[in-house]
């Protein structure tokens, strides 16, 4: 997996987070972003930033939660600031 060390940026104005729909967010089928009839994705108003990274998650098995939370040897984690 090659590593990107590129930055994105934080939104000029937090306003659009009062305006815009969230919908696409949760109801979009798989893992990439809506693209709406202008060839635009929505703006990130919060978690704007963020960074990835490899994960090992060792479950405690102890719960009744499937896929990763069942313990997983390979994953992939999102960190970021609402900021």
Do not use: C, Q
């Not at 990130?44 to 479950?59: C, E, L, P, Y």
């Amino acid at each position: 997996m090659a590593e990107k060390a590129t930055t994105g940026k934080y939104p000029a104005s937090v306003a659009g987070i009062f305006t815009e729909t969230m919908a696409p967010s949760f109801n979009t089928k798989g893992d990439t972003m809506y693209v709406n009839l202008l060839g635009m994705t929505r703006v990130k108003w919060i978690h704007a930033i963020g960074t990835h990274a490899k994960v090992r998650f060792i479950s405690t098995k102890n719960h009744p939660y499937t896929g990763i939370f069942k313990g997983a040897d390979h994953g992939i984690i999102r960190l970021s600031s609402a900021a």
